[in-house]
């Protein structure tokens, strides 16, 4: 979002200010009809000649106050059971990708994991995580091409507690969330995870590009409706410029941001800091 800052910054340099305009250049920077209202009315209560800095100032103050100050660890269960992740999103948006570097993310930090290459329909996405899993050397169970993504996640939940894995990470296939048959599928392997441990899984973390603005507040709301969504990814915020989005689905759903992609890199990957994303704004 620093270039989008920015840009307000160097469009009001004076104290005449278009509300129509800035209204509209905090919708385009994904923050939402409704916070960017907000800002709006905010800075006309105010009644006093205003710059760029004393929007950016306001629109940051809202911010911080619909971000979480702390962000939920992924801890591991004490009483040896696996804490099963559900990796969902719609086609091209860095899942099976984020799937991985979340795997080096726990793997890294000491933790046992397991990975299931529950996206059965597309070979290439099967291929992709077999050769991160073996170059991260962590576990990962497929099934058979077009086979039954529900039985994936359900033996590699064997596999899991049979290693005394502290976590197993389900990569879902990619799905419209306009496509019925495709969200029954994702609620089915919800179900038969369910059988395994009922309170499983344990986490739903929707992947969602930031380039791809209001599109993922859309894809957000379809997903929670289907299953509840407990955490985001947001990838590409290196390039987007803006990672608004983050703020309006937080704001709208309650979802908050889990992790961030910020390049290629298995490395480029991190645990959202709402208080870094808030100083970093400019």
């Given amino acids: 979002m620093a270039g989008f800052f920015k840009s307000i910054l160097q469009r009001f340099t004076k104290p005449d200010i278009d509300w129509d305009e800035l209204e509209a250049m905090l919708i385009s920077g994904d923050l939402g009809p409704k916070l960017s209202l907000q800002i709006v009315t905010d800075l006309q209560l105010q009644q006093r000649k205003l710059h760029g800095a004393d929007i950016v100032q306001v629109a940051r103050d809202h911010v911080r106050k619909i971000l979480p100050e702390t962000n939920a660890a992924l801890t591991p269960f004490q009483d040896g059971r696996p804490k099963v992740l559900l990796i969902i999103g719609v086609n091209g948006v860095g899942k099976t990708t984020s799937t991985a570097k979340l795997a080096h993310l726990l793997h890294h930090s000491g933790h046992k994991v397991v990975l299931a290459a529950a996206d059965t329909f597309r070979a290439a996405a099967v291929e992709q995580l077999q050769v991160w899993s073996q170059r991260l050397n962590i576990p990962m169970v497929k099934g058979p091409p077009n086979g039954d993504?529900?039985?994936?996640?359900?033996e590699a939940y064997d596999l899991a507690c049979k290693t005394g894995a502290q976590f197993l990470l389900c990569d879902t296939a990619g799905r419209l969330h306009t496509k019925h048959n495709l969200m029954e599928e994702m609620k089915k392997i919800n179900r038969i995870l369910g059988r395994k441990d009922e309170t499983s899984p344990h986490e739903v973390i929707l992947?969602?590009?930031?380039?791809?603005?209001?599109?993922?507040?859309?894809?957000?709301r379809e997903?929670?409706?289907a299953i509840p969504l407990t955490g985001?990814?947001?990838t590409k915020l290196d390039g987007s410029g803006k990672g608004g989005i983050l703020v309006a689905i937080q704001q709208e759903l309650g979802v908050p941001t889990r992790f961030i992609g910020l390049g290629e890199k298995v490395e480029d990957f991190q645990s959202f800091d709402s208080?870094?994303?808030?100083?970093e704004l400019l």
């Fill in 207 to 220: 992947v969602v590009d930031a380039t791809t603005g209001s599109n993922a507040l859309q894809q957000a």
């Fill in 149 to 154: 993504p529900a039985s994936v996640c359900f």
């Fill in 275 to 279: 208080k870094k994303f808030v100083e």
């Fill in 232 to 234: 985001l990814i947001v």
């Fill in 223 to 225: 997903f929670h409706k």
